[in-house]
């Protein structure tokens, strides 16, 4: 990375900046710019860059030094120009295709320093400044009575949070905004239909119904499937009560579920060990175009996994518990990513305040990829899982669907 770009940005990145466009990608389906403004986190001055992926927005914040390290990520060969505003200059970057670098300065007009913080005192620096510990903006809104939410305990009459439910409120409201970010993904025109696997009590299927039904207007249609009885009839009667037509709950399991043949998207939330993949596999043959899942209690692999390179570090019991949880989560994306799914793995706030904090989010690129091409990335896996001497449901399942996995050699 040229010298030049890192002292641009060494020289900005200050209480003073106003903004950053990184832009000009070589590579606009990964990601098409990067927008960096200051922020204030616990009073410490650190600088957000908003990422535009496609159709979604990720956030990440760095302080000054971590996103210096970025640049030689952003500038070997990925981004061409960028766009520099502070209270006093503005600074423009180009970047030729031989790779050339021309930096121009041009000097702004000076404002006033003094500007008021949110806490309402007069400070040095940018106005545009935002404190980060100021109010959340949820999307179920506080002051607004939600029949479900008051039910739970989680609000008042009024619509007023309880205080000591304030955690299992920011937990829902997280969950929304998982959905949030796919619903470019989901069709406006048609009815969504959605299976929620495992649900449980159902707060967050009646969240999500709430959410996309009467805040989003979305047309919909959710079945809610769990083991338990007690729990189907009570979720039943609540659904009633709330006057919710388009959710049902039904008694069954992941494994043999035949209730529908067509699903736009597919929610499991802490299906233990195999029950996940069952739900990953049924999504995908279902043609799902949105599937979010938290897995939990992944033993499978825990219990095969056998190599001798790893010795030293699986003979300890709890590494090896960790280290086959994220293994297995790892090749359930990467399996997914097969058969035609653009997959992330995030960091989810559990429901149960328990370590399972995963979530696979995998949405649908397109039509599915030829057989040909899904048997040739599971040759690729079949090798690691040869290495690691195990297996994984999801894999034996997808190898013995033959729509998926026509021989290469006949064709």
Not at 4 to 24: G, M
Not at 90 to 106: P, R
Not at 363 to 387: D, H, M
């Amino acid at each position: 990375m040229d010298q030049n770009i890192y002292e641009a940005f060494e020289s900005v990145l200050t209480k003073d900046l106003e903004q950053i466009i990184i832009s000009n990608s070589s590579d606009t389906e990964s990601i098409s710019k990067i927008k960096i403004r200051p922020v204030l986190l616990k009073k410490e001055l650190y600088f957000q860059a908003s990422s535009f992926c496609g159709t979604k927005v990720l956030h990440y914040n760095y302080g000054r030094e971590e996103l210096l390290e970025k640049l030689p990520d952003w500038f070997s060969g990925l981004f061409r120009q960028v766009e520099i505003k502070t209270l006093l200059k503005q600074v423009n970057i180009l970047i030729s295709k031989k790779g050339t670098v021309t930096v121009k300065v041009k000097q702004r007009m000076s404002k006033d320093p003094l500007w008021k913080s949110s806490d309402g005192l007069l400070g040095e620096g940018n106005p545009q400044l935002i404190d980060h510990n100021r109010k959340k903006q949820y999307l179920l809104k506080e002051g607004v009575a939600i029949p479900f939410m008051v039910d739970l305990g989680i609000m008042s009459i009024d619509g007023n949070v309880i205080k000591s439910k304030y955690d299992k409120f920011r937990q829902i409201n997280r969950y929304l905004e998982f959905i949030e970010d796919v619903l470019p993904n989901l069709p406006k025109e048609e009815e969504i239909k959605v299976i929620d696997f495992g649900c449980g009590k159902s707060y967050l299927t009646f969240a999500m119904y709430y959410y996309l039904k009467e805040i989003k207007g979305y047309r919909i249609k959710i079945t809610g499937l769990d083991l338990k009885e007690d729990v189907i009839k009570t979720c039943n009667e609540l659904k009633e009560r709330y006057g919710y037509q388009e959710l049902e709950f039904r008694k069954g399991d992941i494994k043999s579920y035949q209730g529908t043949n067509q699903v736009t998207m597919v929610v499991t939330l802490h299906a233990c060990d195999t029950a996940t993949d069952f739900a990953l596999y049924k999504a995908a043959l279902w043609g799902a175009k949105v599937v979010l899942s938290v897995p939990c209690c992944q033993h499978e692999l825990n219990k095969q996994i056998s190599c001798d390179d790893l010795q030293p570090v699986l003979k300890y019991g709890l590494i090896k518990e960790r280290m086959a949880a994220l293994m297995t989560d790892s090749l359930r994306a990467n399996l997914m990513e097969a058969l035609g799914y653009r997959v992330q793995i995030l960091e989810f706030i559990d429901m149960e305040h328990t370590p399972k904090n995963i979530l696979i989010r995998a949405v649908r690129k397109g039509n599915q990829p030829p057989a040909k091409e899904i048997q040739r990335s599971l040759n690729q896996l079949k090798s690691t899982f040869e290495y690691l001497n195990c297996n994984l449901t999801l894999y034996q399942l997808i190898s013995s669907t033959k729509e998926w996995t026509e021989d290469i050699e006949g064709k």
